[in-house]
């Protein structure tokens, strides 16, 4: 299973669903995650965290245990 937490810098990726349960979950998905939706990952801190993303013409900076729920196509 393939998820944020592992995709390399420069590349765009598509949501297959999110992992997770209640305010979590809500949380990603208010921030526009939701299934289908295409993120471009912009950057990886050294130490892999935080992941900075663009997610539907915005930017984003996720945690690591955040990008762990989302799992990709």
Do not use: F, Q, W
């Amino acid at each position: 299973m393939a998820t944020l937490r592992d995709t390399k810098c420069g590349s765009t990726v598509k949501v297959k669903k999110l992992n997770g349960e209640g305010a979590v979950k809500r949380r990603i998905m208010d921030m526009g995650i939701t299934k289908g939706v295409e993120i471009y990952v912009r950057k990886v801190a050294p130490l892999g965290d935080p992941v900075e993303v663009t997610v539907r013409g915005y930017e984003l900076s996720l945690r690591k245990a955040d990008a762990e729920m989302i799992e990709l196509v």
